[in-house]
């Protein structure tokens, strides 16, 4: 919300413009009005302003002046002059101290909403700027004065087997480390995941967010409930806590603790930009909890379309075997490989997008699919680059490694975003070697001539320029008319020719200096373009000369 205050010595004037727009649409709450400087000061010391909306001829202090103070001690308002004053030095000065805008009397309700509006929106931006800011400041405070509970230990010592999965064992840890447990006490676990990010952030920034939803699960629910915990595990948190009320009120208990779960979920949404799952198994004594959280871990792996959900094991398991015989479509790889030959990216992302929204809606959708369509893009963009006779392994290679590829796979979501990249790039390729294919023949020709003594196979010309040899071929011939083979020989009996009329070198060195260790071979090739032995051409040249 924010707070508005328009300062104008003439009171019908102020007056007009605080009636003049719906100034509640625009999100402001309070909106005051002073008469001069004095009053203005006032009004901040009272309770800070937001936007200020200012005359600049006034008694008692002008609008400049006014503003200068306000900069100084509440830098983050911002200020709209409504003056009549056209004088450039006016306007100027209004530059100078950093005002929004520079008005003239009279202007039109809808226009002083517009400016309102912008000037409401960049607060809003500089707001959630400085409290991203704040947070990652707090967390990081609590970060590193952190310690390893000895409650936290006990339970990371259970879920890693350090303490065997037998009653006996569990009892006897419970009493040799003084932990507040009855041996035969019940636990609920709940897995909590972050299914993506929906933004970016650095390594450092992560690791702080990531401590900020474990202090966010700990305060409302850790901390509601006695003797329950919160651990880091491989998959993200698990809150461990006793069952929540009575045998017979279950199902009450149930919803109550599904919608704590879901507040949370939204709150990570809002404002730690992510999204969360999260898996609440059974009852279970202590001595059960390993095995409880491998189903809860095992659900998570195969979740890749029920995001911000909270997730119960017994409705998991029912709806599993409801949709155990439910096939998915294959993805429809002729119609996207045409697409992407001719580069026709809106119509690709609009198929692919329209594919995976379908299928998202699935409940039955699994990990298995995903991975599935997964092979069969890759299937798809390989063969579709080996059609173009280009190579594919250099701008796939980053999206291949096991780190990207799990992380592809994580959600139906996810596998889209790397999809769209992965085209955005095979169709930038595409469209650059449609593009660079003149300049490719020159290399392959330069190529040619820096190595027209040594073996020129179509293999060693395609690694030079990054091209398969079919294309490489195919691209030479396209653009020049002659085939690489052809342009060889070419090229070899040139430079042969020359050496013949300007240098006295033996024939058959000459021969090995174009490329040919077979001085028969090269001696037929010549006869065959000139009509002449490589001695009769020598001849004839010099006895022209």
Known sequence: MYRLLIVDDERIIASGIKKSVDWGRLGIVGVAVAHNMRQAIAVFEKQPVDIMICDIEMPQGDGFELFAWVRERYPHSECIFLTCHAEFKYAQRAIQLGSLEYLLKPVRNEELAAIVARAVEKIGKKRETLSVADAYAHYQRLWETHRPLLVERFWLDVLEQTIPPRAIEAAEAIRKRGIAYEPDSLFVPVLVTVQHWRRSFTAREEKLLRYAIRNALEEPLGRRYADACVVQVREGLLLVSPPRGRTEDANHCRSEFRSELESFIEAGSRYFYCSLSCYVGDPVPIHGMTDMYGALAAIHRDNV?????????????????????????????????????????????????????????????????????????????????QQLGLQADEMLLDHLDPVRTSEATRTVHVFGEWMEEVLDRAIARIRGGEAEGVSIVERIKKYIAANIDQELSRTYIADHVGLSPDYAVKLFKKETGVSVSDYIVQARLQLAKTMLEKTDMPIGSIALAVGYSNFAYFSTLFKRETNMTPQDYRRNRNDAV
Do not use: H
Request: aromatic share 12%; charged share 25%; hydrophobic share 40%.
């Open 305 to 385: 379309n029920m995001l911000e959900q909270v997730i119960f094991l017994d409705e998991y398991a029912k709806r599993s075997c409801l949709n155990r015989d439910c096939r998915f479509p294959s993805l429809p790889m002729l119609l996207w490989s045409e697409l992407l030959k001719r580069g026709d990216k809106e119509r690709l992302f609009a198929e692919t997008k329209s594919f995976l929204e379908g299928c998202s809606r699935n409940e039955a959708m699994n990990a298995k699919a995903l991975q599935q369509w997964y092979q069969q893009f890759l299937q798809m963009m390989l063969s579709t680059f």
